[in-house]
């Protein structure tokens, strides 16, 4: 089963490897992993997909608890929680039929065109992972260029909180 | 006032109460070297390789429960180290490892000597790190001594570049610190040792299986206690030899791979499994879907993630082996619940028949020296009371079966890693800890060359280690494997063009023996014991065919071990619980 895990760590350099060095020694899945500072600079966030039987994830969850600068961590998958992910795609548009067609998707979606060229649109697009393939399918193949997606940041609904 | 980084780290180094560190001097050290030299304090012992002082200082904290101190240089100095790294992080042993780094300005730069040595031992220590501001030096040294040694202990990496350790600042050496990230759990959960009681005291067929744990969490004590207070059979892992008496009646012997017949039915048979300070390796578990099929399983761990890794746990209990059997003896004391004495005694009655069996039994020859018969000698000449450091391999085997050891710290061996080459070195740190001890190395022709430099730090330091070479001209354990499971094709496991170890321990300024008949053995380990002033080599030439019996082969159970081949039939009419 797939889980989101969030964990809050100390902000030091390597600590990104301690994670991912973890996860390759002990052949665990890493579907997509991003970090970044919080508004306490000491601390950084990590959001981590993965996915492996409860077994293992229970295994991962101790594992990444036992690493020195792992503070706190919260598999979200266990409540309620929110989900988002950003991409930005570049597509063709260099005719009159495609640039329309390209104009309604990202509307439909609630995307953004973000840059214009004669034959290119870049479009930025927020949600979860679901909406956000649904997206790059109604695109159709032919019609992407580039996609750069940011991979899940996730937090849990309601009054839980992972603070420090 | 202000000091020198360097001056600084052996500051540290000093108020951590460090008596010895183990090293080798090299470019990026330099500045620290120099510093040691200007004190008195903290005894450095040079060794032949950074290997070696890995493992001796392993040596050092197994047999004193105190961290061991390295001390190396950048690039091969820490690369290495390693092996001996690794080593100690499989069997957590506490170890603070200081490396030198190339200047700070050059990291990166493929400077001469430089590796990466926080990315090169990341995945083999507790934690690392890398110095890169000399007002968080004293700090992060404090910081690297609580991480190895609290917990489940395990080897920390400082890593220091070189401009660091030149420039100064104020020392001050903290007492102590926090880390708010780092917070290990010391006491058990109250409802689940009450749970576990429970599970213990209504048990028809118990068994209490501990390892390494108890040697760490010196916990021997309360553990023999318990055992005692029950009158249930007790089973050591590999590691966990000393941890309980092994001359005492209710201890049933090593479990697992090369574990005693007795211990490893009863594993199979029992209907309740306390496990304390072991982590169900798969040389102690066999087969898992085999493994304990009848039993509720109590798990007592500092390391929650052993807990449910290998073998899900029914009644899971987190903390310190030490204060959690110091509850249970409290609450077993206290129960109006009492052991199933008929059932307990009925448990026994079985035991007792497989016990009969005499699964270690092996033929004595008067014409070549068996294996087992040195290691015996050994064991009465000193009266189980040396410390025995040993490599990896048949004599590593023996060694953990013949030898009946009744304290904690006395046999130190590489179980996790299984390092050939860890049997010498090991022995150095044991005996500078230990100076009127005896100190022996089991080991065998194949391991022993692999770190033989160390003989000149044994000289260097006057080391009077007993060195027991039971050399079959094979690497024994390989040509097991061989002859069991590669139908004879005895690929590699040869030794072709030995040295004369008599001639190559003169060499090193020691005394080498080489016995070759069972009448002999015992005069030359009187006499290599009794002589505290040298080191003794001692090549027993030994049966060249001897295998280690009884073994679990990989994928099967407990139940289904290899006999020695004359006791097979009486494993065939084993009485199933």
Redesign the interface.
Known sequence: MRHVISIV??NE??AL??VS?LFS?RGYNIESLIVAPTEDHTLSRMTLVTSGSD?VI??IT??L??L????KLQDLTENRFIEREMMLIKVKAHENTTREEMMRLSEIFRGRIIDVTDTVYTIELTGNSNKIDSFLEALGEKNIIEVVRTGVSGIARGNRSLK? | MELTGAEITIRCLRDEGVEYIFGYPGGAALHIYDALHRQQEVMHILVRHEQGATHAADGYARSTGKPGVVLVTSGPGVTNTVTGIATAYMDSIPMVVITGQVPSNVIGQDAFQEVDT??VT??CV??NF?VKDITKLAETIKKAFH?ATTGKPGPVVVDIPKDITAQKTEYIYPDSVN????QPTRRGHPKQIKKAVQALLTAQRPVIYTGGGIILGDAHEELTELVRLLGYPCTNTLMGLGGYPATDPLFIGMLGMHGTYESNMAMHDCDVLLAVGARFDDRVTGELAKFCPYAKIIHVDV???SI??NV?ASIPVVGEAKLILKEMIESVKASELKPDDAAIKNWWQTIDKWRALDSFGYDQSDEVIKPQYVVEKLYELTQGDAFVTSDVGQHQMFAAQFYKFDYPRRWINSGGLGTMGFGLPAAMGVQLAHPDATVATITGEGSIVMCIQELSTCLQYDLPINVINLNNRYLGMVRQWQEFFYERRYSHSYMDALPDFVKLAESFGHVGLRIDKPGDVEDALKQAIADTGRLYFMDFVTDQTENVYPMIAAGKGHHEMHLKPDKVDAHDQRELA
Do not use: F, T, W
């Open positions: 760590m100390e350099p390597g490897s301690r060095g020694a077994s229970e295994q101790k594992q608890n036992k020195i600068e792992v503070v420090i | 926080v990315g990341r995945p507790k934690h890398l991480i880390i708010r990230s780092y390391d929650p993630s449910s890794k899900p």
